[in-house]
C-alpha cells in the first residue's frame, strides 16, 4: 500500500470541560500540528496516489478555519469536549469529504497538541 502525508502546523485555543482538570479547564491555547497520511493501492497514469498541490490546498483551507479560533466556540464542538481525540476525527472526516482521490482508501490524521503529545483517527471509503 502506497502512502503519502501532508503536514501544517496552526495555533488555536481551547478549554476543556466536563471534568476538573485544573489549568486546563482555563481557556489556552495550543501550536497543533496536523499530518495528514493518505493510502492507497493502486497509483494513477502519471504514477502519483494522489496530486499533493490540492491535497495541500484542501489542507491549507481547513487549518484556516481553525487557525486563532476557539474550538469551544465553533459548531463541530457543540456538546463535546474540545479534546485532541475529537479534533483528530473531526479534521479526519471533513478532510475525506473534500479530498476525491479515486485512488486514496484511508486517510489518518495525526494531531499534535505540543512536542510530546498526539492523538489519530482513521477513516475508510
Known amino acids: 500500500m502506497y502512502t503519502v502525508a501532508v503536514k501544517r ?15 486546563e ?11 495528514l497520511e ?3 493501492d493502486d ?3 502519471h504514477g502519483y496516489l494522489v496530486d499533493i498541490v490540492d491535497v495541500e490546498n484542501h489542507l491549507d483551507a481547513l487549518v484556516a478555519r481553525y487557525r486563532d479560533q476557539t474550538l469551544n466556540d465553533l459548531a463541530e464542538f457543540q456538546g ?8 483528530a476525527r473531526i479534521l ?3 478532510l475525506m469529504e ?4 479515486e485512488n486514496v482508501h484511508v486517510f489518518t490524521v495525526r494531531l499534535w497538541e505540543n512536542d510530546i503529545a498526539w492523538a489519530a483517527y482513521r477513516c475508510e471509503r
Open 80 to 87: 463535546l469536549n474540545p479534546s485532541i481525540e475529537h479534533f
Open 38 to 40: 493518505l493510502q492507497g
Open 92 to 94: 479526519c472526516l471533513a
Open 9 to 23: 502546523d496552526f495555533v488555536a485555543q481551547h478549554y476543556l470541560i466536563g471534568g476538573d482538570w485544573g489549568p
Open 25 to 35: 479547564n482555563q481557556k489556552h491555547s495550543h501550536h497543533y500540528q496536523v499530518q
Open 98 to 101: 473534500r479530498i476525491r482521490a
Open 43 to 45: 497509483l494513477d497514469q
